[in-house]
């Protein structure tokens, strides 16, 4: 690559084709853009990590949208019954986001359908490629956690700098 927006347009290009490869799972179940992935934020937090605690306001940091445009996915969510919110048990002025039954359902079928994906994918890699691509990203994740950008490095309209990764 000769500069950075030259990558920057490549990888971009690459990462474009990826919503065309994938399932169908929110569209048949109804759900916009943004509902799948708090729902499967929320089933990896509980699951994986037992924290039945989250907040909308952890849950907002966590996927990277506004508080506003998180509480509106989160009253959709709710009106089709795929999260409960209640009182925190820890802190009574506080929420807690939980996931029913139903969006504990949506989030295993969609884990298992993204894991025959990529086992699919890892096969056709072979063991010695999947192992640099495992690599690649986790010493790309290192190295931009390492990042603490500069003043170019905003949001269109924002007058803060990056904080995140800090």
Do not use: C
Request: net charge neutral; no cysteine; proline share 2%.
């Amino acid at each position: 690559m000769e500069n950075a927006q030259e990558f920057v347009n490549l990888l971009m290009d690459k990462v474009k084709q990826f919503p065309h490869l994938r399932d169908r799972s929110d569209e048949v179940s109804g759900l916009f853009k943004g509902e799948a992935g708090i729902l499967m934020w929320l089933y990896h937090n509980i699951y994986f990590h037992g924290e039945e605690d989250t907040t909308p306001s952890s849950l907002s940091k966590m996927i990277g949208f506004s508080r506003p445009a998180t509480t509106t996915l989160l009253n959709s969510l709710e009106r089709k019954e795929y999260i409960i919110r209640r009182m925190s048990r820890h802190d009574r002025r506080r929420q807690q986001v939980l996931l029913t039954e139903k969006g504990r359902a949506f989030a295993e079928t969609k884990l298992e359908l993204m894991g025959k994906r990529l086992q699919y994918l890892f096969q056709q890699l072979g063991t010695e490629k999947t192992e640099q691509f495992l690599d690649l990203i986790q010493e790309s994740l290192e190295i931009l956690s390492r990042y603490d950008g500069d003043e170019t490095d905003r949001h269109p309209g924002s007058t803060e700098k990056s904080t995140q990764n800090r």
